[in-house]
Protein backbone atom coordinates (compact mmCIF):
# COMPACT_ATOMS: atom_id res chain seq x y z
CA UNK A 1 0.00 0.00 0.00
CA UNK A 2 1.72 3.46 -1.08
CA UNK A 3 2.10 5.99 1.69
CA UNK A 4 0.62 9.74 1.31
CA UNK A 5 4.59 10.81 1.18
CA UNK A 6 4.85 8.63 -1.75
CA UNK A 7 1.85 9.31 -3.87
CA UNK A 8 2.92 12.88 -3.36
CA UNK A 9 6.09 12.15 -4.83
CA UNK A 10 3.98 10.33 -7.90
CA UNK A 11 1.76 13.64 -8.53
CA UNK A 12 4.82 15.74 -8.55
CA UNK A 13 6.42 13.77 -11.04
CA UNK A 14 3.66 13.46 -13.04
CA UNK A 15 3.09 17.40 -12.46
CA UNK A 16 6.63 17.99 -13.54
CA UNK A 17 6.52 15.48 -17.04
CA UNK A 18 3.52 17.28 -17.76
CA UNK A 19 5.41 20.64 -17.86
CA UNK A 20 8.08 19.26 -19.92
CA UNK A 21 5.73 17.95 -22.10
CA UNK A 22 4.39 21.24 -22.59
CA UNK A 23 7.21 23.73 -21.79
CA UNK A 24 8.84 23.43 -25.21
CA UNK A 25 5.11 24.53 -27.43
CA UNK A 26 4.08 27.40 -24.72
CA UNK A 27 6.23 30.39 -24.80
CA UNK A 28 5.84 33.40 -22.49
CA UNK A 29 5.12 35.50 -25.35
CA UNK A 30 1.57 33.54 -26.60
CA UNK A 31 0.36 33.27 -22.81
CA UNK A 32 0.85 37.72 -22.81
CA UNK A 33 -0.69 37.72 -25.75
CA UNK A 34 -3.66 35.24 -24.95
CA UNK A 35 -4.47 36.72 -21.49
CA UNK A 36 -4.41 40.98 -22.61
CA UNK A 37 -7.02 39.28 -25.12
CA UNK A 38 -9.13 38.37 -22.21
CA UNK A 39 -8.09 41.08 -20.42
CA UNK A 40 -9.89 43.26 -22.88
CA UNK A 41 -12.75 40.99 -23.70
CA UNK A 42 -13.75 40.41 -20.30
CA UNK A 43 -11.67 42.43 -17.76
CA UNK A 44 -8.86 41.77 -15.68
CA UNK A 45 -11.15 40.60 -12.85
CA UNK A 46 -13.65 38.31 -14.76
CA UNK A 47 -10.88 36.55 -16.56
CA UNK A 48 -9.11 33.58 -14.96
CA UNK A 49 -6.00 31.45 -15.31
CA UNK A 50 -7.96 28.70 -16.83
CA UNK A 51 -9.43 30.97 -19.27
CA UNK A 52 -6.11 31.46 -20.21
CA UNK A 53 -5.33 28.30 -20.44
CA UNK A 54 -8.06 27.05 -22.66
CA UNK A 55 -7.60 30.07 -24.62
CA UNK A 56 -4.26 28.39 -25.64
CA UNK A 57 -5.30 24.50 -25.50
CA UNK A 58 -3.25 23.88 -22.73
CA UNK A 59 -3.44 23.00 -19.61
CA UNK A 60 -3.31 25.38 -16.58
CA UNK A 61 0.13 23.48 -15.49
CA UNK A 62 1.37 25.42 -18.69
CA UNK A 63 0.19 28.63 -17.39
CA UNK A 64 1.75 28.40 -13.93
CA UNK A 65 5.17 26.66 -15.11
CA UNK A 66 5.77 30.79 -15.92
CA UNK A 67 3.36 33.09 -13.80
CA UNK A 68 1.87 32.12 -10.55
CA UNK A 69 -0.83 34.46 -10.68
CA UNK A 70 -3.13 37.27 -12.76
CA UNK A 71 -0.73 39.75 -11.30
CA UNK A 72 2.42 38.01 -12.38
CA UNK A 73 1.03 38.07 -16.01
CA UNK A 74 0.15 41.92 -15.97
CA UNK A 75 3.45 42.65 -14.46
CA UNK A 76 5.48 40.89 -17.28
CA UNK A 77 2.81 42.40 -19.47
CA UNK A 78 4.23 45.87 -18.19
CA UNK A 79 7.48 45.22 -18.30
CA UNK A 80 7.16 43.65 -21.71
CA UNK A 81 6.33 47.25 -22.94
CA UNK A 82 7.64 49.79 -21.43
CA UNK A 83 10.92 48.57 -20.84
CA UNK A 84 11.16 47.51 -24.38
CA UNK A 85 10.29 50.92 -25.72
CA UNK A 86 12.70 52.32 -23.19
CA UNK A 87 15.42 50.65 -24.47
CA UNK A 88 14.29 51.12 -28.61
CA UNK A 89 14.10 54.98 -27.86
CA UNK A 90 17.41 55.17 -26.13
CA UNK A 91 18.84 53.03 -28.71
CA UNK A 92 17.68 54.98 -31.77
CA UNK A 93 18.78 58.39 -29.75
CA UNK A 94 22.53 57.32 -29.43
CA UNK A 95 23.19 57.06 -33.16
CA UNK A 96 24.16 60.30 -33.47
CA UNK A 97 25.98 59.53 -37.09
CA UNK A 98 22.24 60.00 -38.07
CA UNK A 99 20.82 63.30 -38.93
CA UNK A 100 18.12 65.07 -36.89
CA UNK A 101 15.54 63.58 -39.70
CA UNK A 102 16.70 60.24 -39.87
CA UNK A 103 17.20 60.15 -36.10
CA UNK A 104 13.60 61.17 -35.90
CA UNK A 105 12.19 58.48 -38.48
CA UNK A 106 14.26 56.01 -36.68
CA UNK A 107 13.03 55.91 -33.12
CA UNK A 108 9.39 57.03 -34.20
CA UNK A 109 9.38 53.84 -36.60
CA UNK A 110 10.93 51.35 -34.01
CA UNK A 111 8.12 53.02 -31.36
CA UNK A 112 5.20 52.40 -33.72
CA UNK A 113 6.62 48.94 -34.86
CA UNK A 114 6.50 47.76 -30.81
CA UNK A 115 3.01 49.52 -30.32
CA UNK A 116 1.27 47.23 -32.70
CA UNK A 117 2.85 44.52 -32.87
CA UNK A 118 1.84 44.28 -28.81
CA UNK A 119 -1.34 46.73 -29.55
CA UNK A 120 -3.28 44.27 -27.17
CA UNK A 121 -0.52 44.16 -24.23
CA UNK A 122 -0.33 48.20 -24.69
CA UNK A 123 -3.59 48.76 -24.06
CA UNK A 124 -3.99 46.27 -20.57
CA UNK A 125 -0.50 48.03 -19.77
CA UNK A 126 -2.13 52.05 -19.91
CA UNK A 127 -5.88 50.07 -18.48
CA UNK A 128 -4.13 48.60 -15.37
CA UNK A 129 -1.22 50.50 -13.82
CA UNK A 130 -3.26 51.19 -10.77
CA UNK A 131 -2.84 47.18 -10.01
CA UNK A 132 0.55 47.30 -10.63
CA UNK A 133 2.83 46.73 -6.71
CA UNK A 134 4.30 50.22 -6.39
CA UNK A 135 7.72 49.41 -6.98
CA UNK A 136 6.51 48.12 -10.67
CA UNK A 137 4.45 51.59 -10.97
CA UNK A 138 7.26 53.64 -10.27
CA UNK A 139 9.61 52.02 -12.70
CA UNK A 140 7.41 52.06 -15.22
CA UNK A 141 7.07 55.65 -14.79
CA UNK A 142 10.85 55.67 -15.30
CA UNK A 143 10.78 53.83 -18.34
CA UNK A 144 7.91 56.09 -19.90
CA UNK A 145 10.28 59.11 -19.03
CA UNK A 146 12.84 57.24 -20.54
CA UNK A 147 10.79 57.43 -23.94
CA UNK A 148 10.00 60.70 -23.80
CA UNK A 149 13.73 62.35 -22.92
CA UNK A 150 15.19 60.37 -26.12
CA UNK A 151 12.00 61.62 -28.29
CA UNK A 152 12.31 65.78 -26.96
CA UNK A 153 16.56 64.68 -26.91
CA UNK A 154 16.82 64.26 -30.83
CA UNK A 155 13.88 66.99 -31.60
CA UNK A 156 16.18 69.21 -29.86
CA UNK A 157 19.28 68.27 -31.55
CA UNK A 158 17.30 68.88 -35.10
CA UNK A 159 16.04 72.61 -33.53
CA UNK A 160 20.09 73.02 -32.64
CA UNK A 161 21.47 72.07 -35.86
CA UNK A 162 18.32 73.94 -37.74
CA UNK A 163 16.86 70.92 -39.40
CA UNK A 164 13.88 71.28 -37.26
CA UNK A 165 11.76 74.86 -36.93
CA UNK A 166 12.31 76.08 -33.57
CA UNK A 167 9.46 74.80 -30.72
CA UNK A 168 9.12 73.41 -26.96
CA UNK A 169 10.96 69.96 -27.84
CA UNK A 170 8.95 68.26 -24.75
CA UNK A 171 5.30 69.20 -26.40
CA UNK A 172 6.50 68.09 -29.67
CA UNK A 173 7.63 64.50 -28.37
CA UNK A 174 4.67 63.74 -26.42
CA UNK A 175 2.51 64.75 -29.19
CA UNK A 176 4.23 62.64 -31.54
CA UNK A 177 4.38 59.75 -28.96
CA UNK A 178 0.97 60.16 -28.50
CA UNK A 179 0.34 59.78 -32.07
CA UNK A 180 2.19 56.93 -32.01
CA UNK A 181 0.37 54.95 -29.25
CA UNK A 182 -2.98 55.44 -30.22
CA UNK A 183 -2.20 52.85 -33.17
CA UNK A 184 -2.69 50.49 -30.17
CA UNK A 185 -6.22 50.97 -30.74
CA UNK A 186 -6.66 51.34 -34.35
CA UNK A 187 -3.95 49.27 -36.36
CA UNK A 188 -5.65 45.83 -37.10
CA UNK A 189 -3.55 43.19 -38.87
CA UNK A 190 -4.70 42.64 -42.49
CA UNK A 191 -5.94 45.55 -42.99
CA UNK A 192 -5.54 48.36 -45.49
CA UNK A 193 -2.01 49.54 -44.59
CA UNK A 194 0.43 46.91 -43.24
CA UNK A 195 2.50 47.68 -40.19
CA UNK A 196 5.31 49.15 -41.74
CA UNK A 197 3.50 51.23 -43.90
CA UNK A 198 1.47 53.04 -41.13
CA UNK A 199 5.34 53.15 -39.14
CA UNK A 200 6.64 55.22 -42.64
CA UNK A 201 3.92 57.29 -42.74
CA UNK A 202 3.06 58.27 -39.46
CA UNK A 203 7.10 58.75 -39.48
CA UNK A 204 6.61 61.06 -42.77
CA UNK A 205 3.94 63.19 -40.61
CA UNK A 206 6.14 63.18 -37.31
CA UNK A 207 8.87 65.33 -39.45
CA UNK A 208 6.94 67.21 -41.29
CA UNK A 209 5.35 68.47 -38.44
CA UNK A 210 8.22 70.04 -37.58
CA UNK A 211 10.17 70.66 -41.08
CA UNK A 212 11.11 74.42 -41.52
CA UNK A 213 8.62 75.92 -44.20
CA UNK A 214 10.22 78.45 -46.53
CA UNK A 215 9.36 81.70 -46.88
CA UNK A 216 8.63 81.68 -50.72
CA UNK A 217 5.75 79.60 -50.05
CA UNK A 218 3.76 82.40 -48.21
CA UNK A 219 0.11 82.86 -48.91
CA UNK A 220 -2.97 84.10 -47.78
CA UNK A 221 -4.49 81.00 -47.12
CA UNK A 222 -0.87 79.86 -44.42
CA UNK A 223 0.31 83.63 -43.92
CA UNK A 224 -0.50 83.41 -39.80
CA UNK A 225 1.23 80.00 -39.55
CA UNK A 226 4.32 81.45 -41.28
CA UNK A 227 4.46 84.35 -39.03
CA UNK A 228 4.02 82.01 -35.67
CA UNK A 229 6.88 79.93 -36.90
CA UNK A 230 8.92 83.33 -37.79
CA UNK A 231 8.37 84.75 -34.02
CA UNK A 232 9.55 81.06 -32.69
CA UNK A 233 12.76 81.12 -34.80
CA UNK A 234 13.46 84.90 -33.25
CA UNK A 235 11.77 83.98 -29.90
CA UNK A 236 14.56 80.49 -30.29
CA UNK A 237 17.59 83.09 -31.51
CA UNK A 238 17.31 85.50 -28.50
CA UNK A 239 17.38 82.95 -26.14
CA UNK A 240 20.52 81.38 -27.55
CA UNK A 241 22.38 85.11 -27.19
CA UNK A 242 21.06 84.75 -23.88
CA UNK A 243 22.79 81.30 -22.97
CA UNK A 244 26.13 82.81 -25.02
CA UNK A 245 26.18 85.98 -23.00
CA UNK A 246 25.64 84.18 -19.60
Not at 15 to 26: C, E, H, L, Y
Not at 149 to 175: C, H, M, Q, W, Y
Not at 235 to 240: D, M, T
Amino acid sequence: MQTTKSRAGIRTKAGAKAVNRIKGSVLPESILQAAARLFIERGFDGTSMYEIAEALGVTRTAIYYYYKNKQEILVALTENITRVAAQLAEEAAQHKDLSPTQALRHIVSRHVGLIISHGEQFRIVERSEDRLPPRLRAAASDYRRGVLANFSAVIERGIKSGDFRPTDPRVAALAIIGMCNWTAWWFRPGGRKTRDEVADIISDMAILSLTRHPLQGVTESNIGSVLRELRNEIGYLEQRIAEGTN
